[in-house]
């Protein structure tokens, strides 16, 4: 499917957009951290949901795969969309409706769960 040209446009006009590679020292930084945080994968316990593009370059669904495979939390939900890039917002329409409508979808029964719930202490 093709992507939406006038969100790809915008998306490079905006001023927070890195407009060079990072430094060397920035790079390894970021490594150092990425390493650091994928070490505790499986600490994290809370819930959680993933959304990433199968055609993602920038940040590689693998990892995710890998957090959702080694996480403690029992509520957790990965949700890789074949063909889609990093920024899913830039895609067309009728992506970013499916993308939002089950990120909704996912915190809406989240939401009645927690609302449901027996208040436990007062």
Not at 44 to 52: A, K, N
Not at 71 to 77: F, I, L, V
Not at 81 to 99: A, F, R, S
Request: net charge neutral; hydrophobic share 40%; proline share 7%.
């Amino acid at each position: 499917m093709k992507k939406v040209d006038w969100k790809r446009k915008l998306a490079l006009a905006s001023p927070r957009r890195p407009r060079l590679r990072p430094r060397a020292a920035t790079a390894q930084e970021l490594l150092r951290v990425c390493r650091e945080v994928q070490g505790k994968f499986s600490e994290v316990d809370v819930p959680f949901l993933i959304v990433h593009g199968g055609d993602d370059i920038v940040c590689d669904p693998a990892c995710a795969e890998d957090l959702y495979n080694r996480a403690a939390s029992k509520d957790k939900t990965l949700r890789i969309y074949p063909g889609m890039w990093h920024q899913l917002v830039g895609e067309p329409d009728e992506n970013v409706e499916l993308v939002f409508g089950e990120v909704i979808e996912w915190l809406l029964t989240r939401a009645e769960r927690g609302v449901s719930a027996p208040v436990i202490g007062g």
